[in-house]
């Protein structure tokens, strides 16, 4: 199955080249692509908008995709993680975009540090599933997310149904939210939030363990 960016005569081919959706050869990336930066500086940007923005403002919908505490580990972090070790499209992540904004349009909820990080990892999934030919199964995506095999099953259900299964994207759709992501500043907006609770590691740790080794419970508390 092809990925939505790799058509060079679509559009502006340029903003594909730009954040790294398409390599020349196809060789397979060895760092994350600029896109990566980029989400994270619209994600990050979000959140403190939400956190800048009145009291009555900021109340929204509880999802299931909340949990009790932040993880420790960035978003840039995160995303960087996932990317290195689900090996999946750098267009999966433009698409896990689209998939988050659609969840907080359809269910009035905001994007909070106690849900962007399972958003995004239960998003980047079934992207991969959508456009990748081949992808890992949730229990590898469980452990390279921090979430139990448990808990990311029930999230990718909650997310399907939210977003009524509708998991294709266009390309007229993919490539605005690509000029979006392009105009974010490349070097985001450093968000720490310290977690007492959850397994103790610090984001070097996160970046550098291998799913394997990494507690399974640190973004599902």
Same mark, same amino acid.
């Given at each position: 199955?092809?990925?939505?960016?790799?058509?060079?005569?679509?559009?502006?081919?340029?903003?594909?080249?730009?954040?790294?959706?398409?390599?020349?050869?196809?060789?397979?990336?060895?760092?994350?692509?600029?896109?990566?930066?980029?989400?994270?500086?619209?994600?990050?940007? *979000?959140?403190?908008?939400?956190?800048?923005?009145?009291?009555?403002?900021?109340?929204?919908?509880? #999802?299931?995709?909340?949990?009790? *505490?932040?993880?420790?580990? #960035?978003?840039?972090?995160?995303?960087?993680?996932?990317?290195?070790?689900?090996?999946?499209?750098? *267009?999966?992540?433009?698409?896990?975009?689209?998939?988050?904004?659609?969840?907080?349009?359809?269910?009035?909820?905001?994007?909070?540090?106690?849900?962007?990080?399972?958003?995004?990892?239960?998003?980047?999934?079934?992207?991969?599933?959508?456009?990748?030919?081949?992808?890992?199964?949730?229990?590898?995506?469980?452990?390279?997310?921090?979430?139990?095999?448990?808990?990311?099953?029930?999230?990718?259900?909650?997310?399907?149904?939210?977003?009524?299964?509708?998991?294709?994207?266009?390309?007229?759709?993919?490539?605005?939210?690509?000029?979006?992501?392009?105009?974010?500043?490349?070097?985001?907006?450093?968000?720490?939030?310290?977690?007492?609770?959850?397994?103790?590691l610090d984001k070097e740790t996160w970046r550098k363990s291998?799913?394997?080794?990494?507690?399974?419970?640190?973004?599902?508390?």
């Amino acid at each position: 199955m092809e990925t939505l960016a790799t058509d060079p005569g679509f559009i502006d081919s340029g903003v594909y080249l730009r954040l790294g959706l398409i390599v020349e050869g196809k060789i397979r990336l060895k760092k994350p692509p600029t896109l990566l930066s980029r989400l994270a500086s619209s994600l990050e940007r *979000s959140l403190l908008l939400h956190d800048e923005s009145p009291p009555e403002f900021q109340h929204s919908a509880v #999802t299931v995709f909340d949990g009790r *505490s932040p993880p420790e580990i #960035t978003i840039s972090d995160y995303l960087d993680r996932i990317f290195i070790y689900s090996r999946c499209s750098p *267009s999966c992540f433009v698409a896990a975009y689209i998939y988050i904004l659609q969840f907080l349009d359809v269910t009035r909820a905001h994007l909070t540090p106690l849900n962007v990080h399972r958003l995004v990892v239960t998003s980047v999934m079934l992207a991969a599933k959508v456009f990748d030919d081949r992808y890992y199964n949730n229990a590898y995506y469980a452990r390279v997310g921090g979430v139990s095999t448990r808990e990311l099953n029930r999230l990718e259900m909650k997310l399907l149904f939210a977003l009524d299964f509708k998991l294709q994207v266009d390309p007229h759709t993919f490539h605005a939210h690509c000029c979006q992501l392009e105009k974010q500043n490349s070097d985001g907006i450093q968000i720490e939030w310290p977690i007492k609770e959850a397994c103790r590691l610090d984001k070097e740790t996160w970046r550098k363990s291998t799913p394997e080794s990494v507690c399974s419970q640190t973004t599902a508390r």
